[in-house]
């Protein structure tokens, strides 16, 4: 069974340009989350999908990021601008659905703003 | 508000001895815990949970923990270190009705020495 999917892995940028990130959840699995990882830091949470529906964006910083879920399948993660201080790695989960809590992650993205 | 404390940055231990990685959480009723394993450049690895049931919980790659309610932690534990045992390990808390949100510590990263 094939894992989570990110792209790209590493992503190298000068601040205000903009930057997207792709996630391909587990085949079946309707949750789907992207958190954002600081150095020495655990995942911070953005964004929740159940399906396409946002349904935990609380910690999105609204003024520059947005995500999509379409499909209820694939997601994209955009930041517009980038700041120096988006600097980190973004990660992608999926889990089957409502009830379950097991995450499964997938690599990650990790961005550098110059 | 839950949260979750990981008191070690890091720990480092000898190939082979003992291993115990603390976690205390702070939430109101009885919480959803986990371990997961997270190696460089890779996304994180669910190693255990605790649900309900027996407190002491059997993972993968030989880790167990044992959830304390009195003490509000939740420690991994190991008897026998290998090399590869050396990662990043963030314990998390989950929460939620219809659908979770999971709180993760700050991580301690575990160095193991020949």
């Known amino acids: 069974e094939a894992g989570v999917v990110q792209s790209p892995r590493y992503k190298i940028i000068e601040k205000k340009q903009p930057v997207a990130f792709w996630c391909n959840p587990i085949?079946?699995?309707?949750?789907l989350y992207w958190y954002l990882q600081n150095l020495g830091q655990g995942p911070e949470l953005l964004i929740r999908?159940?399906?396409?529906?946002?349904?935990?964006d609380s910690q999105l910083p609204k003024d520059r990021f947005s995500a999509e879920r379409l499909k209820g399948v694939d997601s994209t993660l955009k930041i517009q601008p980038a700041e120096l201080g988006d600097s980190a790695v973004y990660l992608c989960?999926?889990?089957?659905?409502?009830?379950?809590?097991?995450?499964?992650f997938g690599p990650g993205t990790r961005l550098t703003v110059l | 508000a839950q949260s979750v404390t990981q008191p070690d940055i890091h720990i480092t231990v000898s190939e082979g001895a003992s291993l115990e990685l603390r976690c205390n959480y702070s939430?109101?009723?009885?919480?959803?815990l986990f371990w997961y394993v997270q190696s460089p450049g890779q996304g994180l690895q669910l190693l255990l949970k605790?649900?309900?049931?027996?407190?002491l919980v059997q993972g993968i790659k030989g880790f167990e923990a044992e959830f304390k309610r009195s003490q509000s932690s939740f420690n991994l534990r190991k008897p026998s270190v290998h090399w590869s045992d050396a990662a990043e390990y963030f314990c998390?808390?989950?929460?939620?009705?219809?659908?979770?949100?999971?709180?993760f510590g700050a991580g301690t990263r575990l160095f193991v020495k020949a």
């Open positions: 939430y109101g009723a009885t919480p959803y």
């Open positions: 989960a999926s889990s089957l659905g409502q009830g379950e809590t097991e995450q499964f």
């Open positions: 085949s079946g699995h309707n949750t």
């Open positions: 999908y159940e399906n396409e529906e946002a349904v935990d």
């Open positions: 605790y649900f309900s049931g027996d407190t």
């Open positions: 998390a808390v989950a929460q939620g009705t219809g659908g979770f949100k999971t709180i």
